[in-house]
């Protein structure tokens, strides 16, 4: 799923979400997500000095780096109002089980295969047929929307060109292709956090100096 259709998608399903504050005293937060309709796609927010807790409808997430965490991932709001992830750095900061945020892609090993395939077909003409029948038959041996078929797919195929006194084409290197990619759940987290801390920031420069939040 691409960052827009990320971007898209938690807009919709927090198009109702209002912010509870539970806790708010320095560094120690608690903020809670969810639409007054309904429980769907609720999430929490809490802070703690050197960490961030996002909870919520689905998996957790345990962030460190700096004392405020709301300043760290601040760096996500920019001045027009977007929001910016950076997936890449910000997983670096998490101190819970940093793979469990990436999954197996079917788009990344498609990507690839096409990639070499096109290359290969200057030598091996109709290999990339050969390739689409190995694994889009009816009766095919391999299921490529699971990683362990994709790789066993890759490594077993060979195309040869009717010649067997001639090499066939085969995939080289399969073990370092990396099919690999954020979890949707785990962007749609930072969305969250991102969001959250903008919801947070205009509450409290909307509340009267010296009045409750």
Do not use: C
Request: glycine content about 6%.
């Amino acid at each position: 799923m691409s960052e827009t259709e990320i971007a898209e998608r938690f807009k919709r399903e927090t198009a109702t979400h209002v912010m509870e504050i539970k806790h708010d005293d320095g560094l120690y937060r608690h903020l809670r997500f969810k639409s007054p309709k309904h429980g769907r796609y609720w999430f929490d927010l809490i802070t703690v000095p050197h960490a961030l807790i996002f909870r919520g409808d689905g998996e957790s997430f345990v962030f460190s780096r700096t004392d405020d965490m709301f300043e760290f991932f601040r760096s996500g709001l920019w001045s027009d109002g977007s929001l910016h992830i950076d997936a890449v750095y910000w997983a670096e900061k998490l101190t819970s089980d940093r793979d469990s945020v990436m999954k197996y892609s079917k788009e990344l090993f498609d990507q690839q295969v096409a990639e070499e395939l096109k290359e290969a077909e200057a030598d091996w003409p109709g290999v990339t047929k050969a390739w689409d029948e190995t694994v889009n038959d009816f009766f095919a041996s391999y299921n490529t929307e699971y990683e362990h078929d994709a790789r066993a797919a890759v490594d077993a195929f060979e195309f040869w060109l009717g010649d067997d006194t001639e090499e066939p084409f085969r995939f080289q290197d399969t073990g370092e292709w990396e099919f690999k990619d954020y979890h949707w759940w785990f962007l749609w987290a930072l969305h969250g956090i991102v969001w959250g801390i903008s919801q947070y920031d205009q509450a409290r420069a909307a509340a009267p100096q010296g009045g409750e939040q």
